[in-house]
């Protein structure tokens, strides 16, 4: 698993508003058996909120719809969660989420 690759994940029960189940994520880093993931959602609603971005439904990013990295959901779970790979982000996208992330954790 590489940063900028999507993969399905079993995404553990979650409370609230965390996303759960058997979704795309977006894997950000691996170390220890563990993958720092931002799961996405096709609610194209959530895109107005901050600290997301639209990804679109390509060949190369094999998502059947357009979905959004919701950033602020970032966490890591464990690499066996992983089901397959199903696509990768362009590196714009990856150079948008990584200063989105950087916003959010105030790391200027």
């Not at 029960?13 to 996303?19: D, I, L, P």
């Not at 994520?25 to 720092?36: A, D, Q, R, S």
């Not at 959602?41 to 895109?47: F, G, H, K, L, M």
Request: proline share 4%; charged share 30%; aromatic share 6%.
């Amino acid at each position: 698993m590489k940063k900028r690759e999507i993969w399905m994940a079993d995404l553990p029960e979650g409370k609230g508003h965390e996303q759960k189940g058997t979704r795309p994520c977006l894997v950000m880093g691996k170390i220890y058996g563990l993958v720092c993931i931002i799961p996405l959602t096709s609610s194209e609603n959530r895109s107005s909120m901050a600290f997301t971005e639209l990804i679109d439904a390509t060949p190369s990013s094999g998502l059947n719809q357009d979905s959004v990295a919701l950033i602020f959901q970032m966490r890591t779970i464990s690499e066996e969660r992983f089901v397959k790979k199903i696509g990768e982000i362009t590196e714009k996208q990856q150079e948008s989420i990584d200063f989105q992330i950087k916003e959010m954790l105030k790391l200027k």
